[in-house]
């Protein structure tokens, strides 16, 4: 097995050390693996796989713990499998990918369980085991490029002492480098025909003299490259462009209509922000409609380029399905869905509910969800739009009722404080927690144990060959007699 490791130099070389024969037990948070010290303390590593016996040049020295890389591998865990990707241990996007898959689930149903356990202070039911994906390669329906006229050079190519011309570069940020651009090849990431539009794209648009954008310098004509597909076979292709240039930019899309006739909608943006980000940005519409629609159970969602919509189309079906089972609906219930997004959970559990409310907080993202709603003649739906500590209030409920049930799907950073206390003040029967991060669902679950008790429990893996794991919890109302 080859091994290639990259670290940046200290500048305070007094701090470095090195520890020998440390024994990798552990997988912990942000894909990072543990060893321990001589002197007890923790080792957070980059670049390993528990189980194996590796020599660490530390990187990062704290009170309570190093950072740091492996540079000499004694013995190799058996849990190691080779990587399929070429860039591996260079981008960041597929940190585990020298994990066996089977190994892998087992350390995120760990996180989850340490996490409910210790920061949550929680009892645990039997938790049940991790729902593993049935593709571990090309599962993602949305990959976000970026370009760049100063590409990362690997340490193989350094070292080569040849010049390179060609600084043009289409593909990920370097992990912690923002303006650092890794030259893709080949990502197992996103199903075909992705690699042959993003390819395509920068050969042509390095033949043809355009620009890709410098970001310290900000300037340059080609900016990002977004490609959507769905599970019903459509695909979205939106290029962001930084300079106005319309000559190129028509000469561009008119390539990629013409060499890409699968291509449902193809869009554009001019952004000359410090920032890529689209969400305030107009977009237009090049050819094709400004949307595409994915699929679930016969309902049909409309995705534009702003829509949130879960990156692992097969495994959303999954975790979907996992939140209807856990609040087990009977058809009379008032249920209310916090951060709705574009409402697909929402209009999913719709046929077992009496009403479902949508909360979220993106205007956007509502007219979506009110728009699908219509186009599948759904009619026990409502929407609302507001920051969600301001909407989720008493007048809200006494206009809209007291919900039997609360399906919750917040983003990482967890649910408001405010928002906690008012599902501990109207405290319906259930409560279902889909978390995408089981540190912060369990820091508000911690908050709501003496109303509520845990009862189910279900890991499911949304990203192979990553740390990220999604988390379905079941809270039920502890009676007086319990």
């Not at 990798?24 to 189980?51: M, S, W, Y």
């Not at 991790?130 to 690997?154: A, H, P, V």
């Not at 597909?229 to 000469?251: H, Y």
């Not at 109207?426 to 279902?432: D, E, L």
Request: glycine share 6%; aromatic share 10%; with cysteine.
């Amino acid at each position: 097995m080859t091994e290639t490791f990259y670290f940046c130099a200290m500048r305070k070389n007094r701090r470095r050390k090195v520890f020998e024969n440390v024994e990798v037990i552990d997988a912990g948070a942000k894909g990072k693996t543990v060893g321990k010290a001589p002197d007890g303390r923790v080792i957070f590593l980059t670049n390993t796989v528990p189980g194996d016996v590796v020599d660490v040049q530390t990187t990062k020295k704290r009170k309570a713990y190093f950072e740091g890389v492996a540079t000499k591998f004694h013995s190799f865990s058996n849990k190691r499998t080779e990587p399929q990707c070429q860039h591996f241990g260079v981008c960041g996007g597929c940190k585990w990918q020298d994990m066996g898959y089977e190994h892998q689930l087992y350390y995120k149903q760990k996180e989850v369980e340490n996490n409910l356990r210790r920061i949550g202070h929680l009892e645990l039911p039997e938790t049940t085991p991790i729902l593993g994906s049935q593709k571990t390669y090309f599962y993602r329906n949305k990959m976000e490029f970026s370009f760049s006229d100063s590409r990362w050079l690997t340490l193989d190519e350094i070292n080569s002492d040849k010049e390179f011309d060609d600084k043009n570069a289409l593909g990920f940020h370097i992990p912690g480098m923002w303006d650092k651009i890794l030259d893709i090849k080949k990502c197992h990431l996103q199903q075909d025909p992705s690699n042959a539009i993003r390819l395509a794209t920068r050969n042509f648009a390095i033949e043809n003299g355009m620009e890709f954008f410098n970001p310290r310098n900000q300037h340059g004509l080609l900016r990002t490259l977004m490609i959507r597909t769905s599970s019903t076979g459509e695909i979205m292709v939106l290029v962001q462009f930084f300079e106005d240039d319309a000559e190129k930019r028509k000469l561009l899309l008119d390539y990629l209509k013409e060499k890409f006739p699968e291509i449902t909608s193809l869009l554009y943006v001019i952004n000359q922000k410090q920032n890529d980000t689209i969400y305030d940005q107009e977009i237009i519409c090049f050819s094709g409609r400004d949307h595409i629609f994915e699929e679930m159970e016969g309902l049909k969602f409309k995705i534009n380029a702003k829509s949130f919509y879960q990156t692992n189309s097969e495994q959303a079906y999954e975790l979907y399905k996992i939140t209807r089972n856990f609040a087990a609906l009977e058809g009379s219930e008032l249920v209310y869905d916090l951060y709705t997004g574009t409402g697909t959970i929402a209009q999913f559990v719709s046929k077992k509910a009496k009403k479902v409310i949508g909360i979220e907080s993106v205007p956007e993202a509502i007219a979506d969800a009110k728009a699908n709603a219509v186009r599948n003649n759904i009619e026990n739906v409502d929407f609302f739009v507001g920051d969600m500590k301001n909407v989720f209030n008493e007048t809200f409920i006494a206009q809209n009722g007291v919900p039997d049930v609360i399906i919750t799907d917040p983003p990482r950073d967890g649910m408001h404080k405010d928002v906690v206390q008012q599902i501990l003040n109207i405290a319906p029967n259930k409560v279902v927690y889909v978390s995408c991060n089981s540190a912060t669902q369990a820091r508000d679950l911690e908050m709501m144990k003496e109303v509520y008790k845990v009862t189910k429990v279900q890991p499911v893996d949304m990203f192979p060959q990553t740390h990220h794991v999604e988390n379905v919890v079941l809270l039920e109302k502890i009676q007086p007699n319990e």
